[in-house]
């Protein structure tokens, strides 16, 4: 079976047992405390040196770090990863964007709130950057949704739910999403899509 290195705040863990339940493939959860410094031992590190969840564990013991990773793992010969050639392209292209320009900041500001992080001069001078630069990314989701229901294609993908996962918790960030009707749609038809779970949800 596989085995998953999880935290159910983590949105980068979410999109990994949110397509784990979508697949109906079973898997052990290990939550993490990373507030305690769970990531941080000696014994985590020799699992994954980057010292941050998720993990999948193989059935051969192979671990393998990085959501986006996982998914793209995970989904291949799946209804979430395209055959075709440019759409593959296209898919990686809005998972590379998520983790480059989106979960630095929406999720970055998330987590120093609802994990209660101090905010110490360096943050505090951080903070307004991060905030018109998760406002930046969000719309140029807006942007491409306006004519489209899904990021690539006529249907749910992984760079759907790589985007997802911290997207639809963006207010515990401190985000307003009331400007953006066309993300706010697509929050909706990604959440229909069954079976589905909640963040909260291991």
Not at 71 to 93: C, H, K, M, N, S
Not at 124 to 145: C, W
Request: net charge negative; aromatic share 10%.
């Amino acid at each position: 079976m596989l085995r998953l290195y999880d935290n159910l705040s983590s949105g980068n863990a979410y999109k990994v047992r949110l397509l784990l339940h979508k697949l109906a493939i079973p898997v052990e959860r290990i939550e993490m405390d990373i507030d305690r410094g769970e990531t941080r031992t000696p014994d985590f590190l020799a699992k994954n040196p980057n010292g941050r969840v998720p993990a999948l564990a193989l059935e051969d013991g192979t671990i393998l770090p990085e959501s986006n990773a996982i998914l793209w793992y995970l989904a291949e010969g799946t209804r979430f990863l395209p055959a075709d050639r440019l759409e593959r392209a296209q898919v990686l292209q809005w998972m590379f964007f998520e983790q480059y320009s989106h979960e630095p900041n929406v999720a970055t500001l998330r987590y120093w709130i609802t994990h209660k992080v101090e905010m110490t001069a360096e943050r505090r001078m951080a903070e307004p950057g991060k905030r018109r630069q998760g406002y930046d990314a969000l719309g140029v989701m807006e942007g491409h949704l306006k004519d489209r229901a899904f990021f690539v294609g006529d249907r749910l993908t992984i760079a759907d739910i790589a985007l997802y996962a911290y997207t639809h918790v963006a207010d515990e960030g401190g985000f307003d999403l009331a400007a953006y009707p066309a993300l706010r749609a697509w929050l909706d038809r990604v959440a229909a899509d069954t079976p589905h779970i909640p963040i909260t949800q291991g």
